[in-house]
């Protein structure tokens, strides 16, 4: 797991106010072809890998195939062009597991090397409330450097 990057998170952010020395830009996420295997990677982040279930919220930043099956001990091919990308990845607690994601976003500091990760919660006005954890990927060019500093805030 040379450069696996496991943050399990101390805080998480409902609402952060802004650093003003940043330039926050959108880093857009890669288009998801026929190639990479969009159902085994929702096998690996679901509540089905048992990675997962001696943390809690966590963020994964994986950079190669021996990386993701690190945490997946699956090895097929993903499908994933780790010289061209990196997979972010992880979970969190959610007040109710009918709550969906409706939006991930990933946002580059300029100048600083810092990150983050925008995951916007879709809440269920009508549900029972079933305390659970969502999950969650995404493919990203792999600028993202795997030492980088990545916050993770849920809104």
Do not use: H
Not at 2 to 19: S, T
Not at 80 to 101: A, Q
């Amino acid at each position: 797991m040379k450069n696996l990057m496991l943050a399990i998170l101390f805080i998480i952010c409902m609402d952060c106010n802004e650093d003003d020395s940043c330039n926050w830009e959108l880093i857009e996420s890669a288009p998801v072809n026929n190639t990479v295997n969009q159902n085994l990677l929702n096998e690996v982040f679901s509540n089905e890998n048992d990675y997962f279930k001696d943390f809690g919220d966590t963020l994964l930043i994986i950079s190669d195939e021996q990386e993701l099956f690190n945490i997946s001990n699956i090895e097929t091919d993903m499908g994933i062009d780790f010289e061209k990308y990196t997979l972010v990845g992880g979970k969190f607690r959610t007040s109710s597991i009918s709550n969906e994601i409706s939006t991930i976003a990933l946002y580059k500091c300029n100048p600083r090397s810092e990150y983050r990760l925008e995951v916007i919660v879709k809440q269920c006005t009508e549900c029972f409330a079933a305390i659970g954890n969502l999950y969650y990927w995404k493919i990203y060019p792999s600028s993202i450097d795997s030492k980088s500093n990545i916050l993770l805030t849920i809104k």
